[in-house]
């Protein structure tokens, strides 16, 4: 038998581990233990998610909530900590790289007990990005990396990674997008939002650096109602960025909506004409619903979304943001290649990847 503890915590971890959760349910001799750690914890960040997804209840949730990038980690790591002694898994499993990810994997690796980490090797090699903390840190530690793109294979490599611990097995977060893009079709979100298929663009912004500061983030939100002068814009809004919004007048013309369930999301942004964010998830569902996407960054840890995606960086200076939107209305670039891989059996790979190296163990 082979026994699992699964660790999440934040909104875009649960698309990714719902379908290796999936994948265990068809297997006799695994067995999985699900952990929340409560890093998002609102109903519409966590529950709504678990609902769709078909996830199971978790075993516990660690409710560690809010905080600093260090009293978040390490409330995680306290709390893990008894957890993973009491029921002592073969083998922890990670995904993405939240902080919850992080302390999971510090955890376990200090336990002696073995670290799986899906979406590995991912790297924008900007250190002022806590989630490039997080996967530098996650990847030293795991015994089991899962690649998702070449470019992921190809850092841990540079990065001195034994070869025999990488596995390039393709996106989970494109199995959950495959399996559920027909009950997202049945969704009503575009006609509740008084939208038409094809004649909108879709906003998220969360990221720190685009959100923290308060004249970066008003200069961003001046630019996207400009942008809704020529087509309607829909911003579903993080709580992060609806909390250092604060008092500030939106302006007219922009559709500001609280954060909507996956199902909704995933049509919304299917139906888009073009996609605005810095979402590091959405750049790969993009290239997949073959979506123009910019990215409101100066780098991506996903480059296969640009080679061969819809993705386009365009930075953040918002007269440069505009132009490119603007530019992408009137000229819409040419759909291209799905990435090697996406092709949704993801999670089955790696559950035949850990269910053979556990044979191996016990033989
Ligand atoms: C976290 C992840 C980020 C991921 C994002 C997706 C890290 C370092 N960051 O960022 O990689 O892209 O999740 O959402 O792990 N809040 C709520 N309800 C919630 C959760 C958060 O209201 O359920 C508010 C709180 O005010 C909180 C803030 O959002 O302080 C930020 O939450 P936090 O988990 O610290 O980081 P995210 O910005 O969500």
Sequence with gaps: MLHISAVVGARPNFMKMAPLLAEVRQRANVTARLIHTGQHYSPEMSATFFDELGMPTPDVNLEVGSGSQTGQTAGVMLRLEPEFLEHRPDVVLVVGDVNSTVAAALVAAKLEIPVAHVEAGLRSFDRRMPEEINRLVTDALSDYLFASEPAGVANLRAEGAAPEKVFLVGNVMIDTLIRCRARA???????????????????????????????????????????????????????????????????????????????????????????????????????????????????????????????????????????????????????????????????????????????????
């Design 185 to 363: 079709a049945q969704t009503e979100v575009v006609e509740r939002l008084g939208l038409r298929t094809g004649g909108y663009a879709v906003v998220t912004l969360h990221r720190p650096s685009n959100v923290d500061d308060p004249a970066n983030l008003e200069g961003l939100m001046r630019m996207l109602a400009e942008l809704a002068g020529r087509i309607p814009v829909v911003f579903p809004m993080h709580p992060r960025t609806r909390e250092r919004l604060g008092s500030f007048l939106v302006p007219p013309g922009l559709l500001l909506t609280p954060p909507l369930g996956y199902l909704e999301f995933l049509r919304l942004t299917s139906e888009a004409r073009m996609v605005l964010t810095d979402s590091g998830g959405l750049q790969e569902e993009t290239t997949i619903l073959k979506v123009p996407c910019l990215t409101l960054r100066e780098n991506t840890e996903r480059p296969i979304t640009i080679e061969q995606g819809t993705n386009r960086l365009v930075g953040v200076k918002p007269e440069i943001i505009l132009a490119a939107a603007l530019k992408t209305l009137d000229h819409p670039p040419a759909a291209r290649q799905d990435p090697d891989l996406w092709d949704g059996q993801a999670s089955g790979r790696i559950l035949d990847i850990l269910e053979a190296a556990c044979r191996k163990r016990t033989s």
